[in-house]
T-cell receptor
Framework: EDQVTQSPEALRLQEGESSSLNCSYTVSGLRGLFWYRQDPGKGPEFLFTLYSAGEEKEKERLKATLTKKESFLHITAPKPEDSATYLCAATGTASKLTFGTGTRLQVTL | DTEVTQTPKHLVMGMTNKKSLKCEQHMGHRAMYWYKQKAKKPPELMFVYSYEKLSINESVPSRFSPECPNSSLLNLHLHALQPEDSALYLC??????????????FGEGSRLTVL
């Protein structure tokens, strides 16, 4: 059975304090690894797709990377507006999208 | 237009009521999805429609009845729900018709409370 595990469960950063969120996955025949951002009471917002180990994607202060066992979402010099829950998800060649439980990020002034 | 629009945003219903959630997208996406999300939990897949045909039903109780009238619209009919069905119901769409794509565009959700 596919598994996606995210850590830490919650993270509190000061503005400008860079950090990384971790997503470990066990998926047979990885088809894609996906990152989403979700604000409270809203639907998830698609951020990135990573297809193979070594791939990297960037958007503003966010950078997603992928290895054969995990993905990292690096947040550089975060701002309070980056506060949200970040969800990682993965699909395999014969399996539906599996979400992790998310990392709740709070960025304070 | 890059939005998935869901109505209503909030719904309160009794256990004997019949209500419907609606979802609309005009991005030309070929697949549409219903997800259920409880507080501090990830979204759980309920149904997938691909080319307006039901392709996945994740063993959802029959008190939830999906309908896809056309390629832009998706409904979820609700009847005789239980209090534990209270949750955020999310509609999503994808350009790919494949049932296991991961690039989904979500609406803002319908917050359902069952009394």
């Amino acid at each position: 059975e596919d598994q996606v595990t995210q850590s830490p469960e919650a993270l509190r950063l000061q503005e400008g304090e860079s950090s990384s969120l971790n997503c470990s996955y066990t998926v047979s025949g990885l088809r894609g690894l996906f990152w989403y951002r979700q604000d409270p009471g809203k639907g998830p917002e698609f951020l990135f797709t990573l297809y193979s180990a070594g791939e990297e994607k960037e958007k503003e202060r966010l950078k997603a990377t992928l290895t054969k066992k995990e993905s990292f979402l690096h947040i550089t010099a975060p701002k309070p507006e980056d506060s949200a829950t970040y969800l990682c998800a993965a699909t395999g060649t014969a399996s539906k999208l599996t979400f992790g439980t998310g990392t709740r990020l709070q960025v304070t002034l | 237009d890059t939005e998935v629009t869901q109505t209503p945003k909030h719904l309160v219903m009794g256990m004997t009521n019949k209500k419907s959630l609606k979802c609309e997208q005009h991005m030309g996406h070929r697949a549409m999805y219903w997800y259920k999300q409880k507080a501090k939990k990830p979204p759980e897949l309920m149904f997938v429609y691909s080319y307006e045909k039901l392709s996945i039903n994740e063993s959802v109780p029959s008190r939830f009845s999906p309908e896809c009238p056309n390629s832009s619209l998706l409904n979820l009919h609700l009847h005789a729900l239980q209090p534990e069905d209270s949750a955020l119901y999310l509609c999503a769409s994808s350009l790919s018709p494949d049932w296991n794509t991961g690039e989904l565009f979500f609406g803002e959700g319908s917050r359902l409370t069952v009394l």
